[in-house]
């Protein structure tokens, strides 16, 4: 959220007041990346099957 006593003006301007579509599009893609973090883990398990963080 935007606040209005900014310390850089251009961005109080160019900081959208509506931004839930933007949310919805990072919070989608956040679930993706992670997903695709556990599949790359799975494989590296296969290949490596020592105990890796994660």
Request: negative net charge.
């Amino acid at each position: 959220m935007c606040h209005p006593l900014n310390a850089y003006p251009s961005l109080a301007t160019e900081c959208p007041t509506e931004w839930r579509p933007q949310k919805k599009e990072i919070d989608t893609a956040h679930v993706d990346m992670r997903s695709k973090f556990d599949e790359a883990m799975k494989e590296i398990g296969k290949a490596a099957p020592v105990s890796v963080a994660g």
